[in-house]
């Protein structure tokens, strides 16, 4: 993946460097994508303190994660998650059902990836009770993801098993693949926040959505303004 590379604009909202357009989607064998913010329209864990009126203070620290101001994930992930002790289990179930959207763009470049015969991952650093109904929502293969301890029908504020974060991620999509015997370079990784930064850069084509501005300097694509099929005008 370039490191800060001088980008161009090859359409509006839409810079590259490091290669030259078009490549083809069928050149690759797997894509790989964050799903907060990039996939589907918020980031989960605010939205679930909203109900217990801690939304600005656990937003604060996604934020700051996100940019990359706060370097280790997994710790600021577990004090976030340990603020939403006590939020009842059925207020996962209200926000995807009344917050959650796919961002634009992402059935679209999904069904492409598929037809084009790559294996889709979804890898997040968020949690699985959102994860695998986006997974199976999309029609993607797998997905990764946290999962958040539940007891007597409320959150204990704790995650359960090996936190997901940025190295994580990386070796999810280095794991798929060694799995489909394809070097890493013919993979995508699409992703915003800094958690983001290690699978992108283990992958031959990377792509920054709507993303913060680390992610974009460093990302081979940043998509700054339109969906996510945006790709399919770069890698058809």
Same mark, same amino acid.
């Given at each position: 993946m370039p490191d800060h590379l001088s980008s161009r604009v090859f359409a509006p909202g839409l810079l590259i460097q490091g290669f030259e357009p078009p490549l083809r989607l069928s050149l690759f064998k797997a894509?790989?994508?964050?799903?907060?913010?990039?996939?589907?329209?918020?980031?989960c864990i605010d939205e679930i303190a909203d109900a217990v009126?801690?939304?600005?203070?656990?937003?604060?620290?996604? $934020?700051?994660?996100?940019?990359?101001?706060?370097?280790?994930?997994?710790?600021?992930?577990?004090?976030?998650? !340990?603020?939403? #002790? =006590?939020?009842?289990?059925?207020?996962?179930? $209200?926000?995807?059902?009344?917050?959650?959207?796919?961002?634009?763009g992402a059935p679209e470049l999904i069904?492409? !990836?598929?037809? #084009? =015969?790559?294996?889709?991952?979804?890898?997040?650093?968020?949690f699985t009770f959102f994860a695998d109904r986006v997974r199976e929502r999309l029609g993607m293969d797998e997905a990764h993801a946290n999962t958040l301890e539940i007891e007597g029908g409320v959150l204990t504020g704790r995650v359960l098993g090996d936190i997901v974060d940025g190295e994580a991620k990386k070796r999810h999509l280095l794991d798929l693949c060694g799995r489909l015997g394809c070097p890493p370079h013919q993979s995508i990784a699409v992703g915003d926040g800094a958690n983001d930064l290690p699978m992108m850069g283990a992958a031959g084509l990377s792509v920054a959505f709507h993303a913060k501005p680390k992610v974009r300097e460093h990302a081979m694509v940043a998509i700054n303004e339109g969906g996510l099929d945006r790709l399919l005008t770069l890698v058809p």
């Open positions: 894509i790989a994508f964050d799903m907060d913010s990039t996939l589907i329209n918020i980031e009126g801690k939304k600005a203070e656990v937003a604060a620290i996604t $934020e700051a994660a996100m940019r990359g101001e706060i370097t280790d994930f997994k710790d600021s992930l577990r004090r976030r998650v !340990a603020l939403l #002790a =006590g939020v009842p289990a059925q207020a996962l179930q $209200e926000v995807y059902d009344n917050r959650l959207k796919l961002n634009p069904a492409a !990836a598929r037809s #084009a =015969g790559l294996h889709t991952l979804l890898v997040s650093g968020g």
